[in-house]
């Protein structure tokens, strides 16, 4: 009985202390992740502004809010 309480107790805690980490898989990236990566790379560094105008269709923006090139996937 004893015995019991004492492994029900040791298996809580180990579940509490290691299971978030269990549970913490890589997500796979979704499409709007994988669009907006792929804009930084035509538009030129991860700070560049974009705006996508239509679907498959991106306006990259100079730092001054201009216009740059517009391009597609």
Same mark, same amino acid.
Do not use: Y
């Given at each position: 009985?004893?015995?019991?309480? &004492? %492994?029900?107790? +040791? +298996?809580? =805690?180990?579940?509490?202390? =290691?299971? @978030?980490? %269990?549970?913490?898989? @890589?997500?796979? /990236?979704?499409?709007?992740?994988?669009?907006?990566?792929?804009? $930084?790379?035509? *538009?030129?560094? !991860?700070?560049?502004?974009? $705006? !996508? &105008?239509? /679907?498959? &269709?991106? $306006? *990259?923006? #100079?730092?001054?809010?201009?216009?740059?090139?517009? #391009?597609?996937?």
């Amino acid at each position: 009985m004893k015995a019991a309480i &004492v %492994l029900s107790l +040791l +298996l809580a =805690f180990a579940l509490g202390a =290691f299971g @978030p980490s %269990l549970d913490a898989a @890589p997500q796979a /990236p979704t499409a709007h992740d994988r669009m907006r990566s792929a804009a $930084q790379a035509m *538009c030129g560094s !991860e700070n560049a502004a974009w $705006q !996508e &105008v239509s /679907p498959g &269709v991106i $306006q *990259c923006f #100079t730092t001054g809010g201009r216009k740059l090139k517009r #391009t597609t996937k």
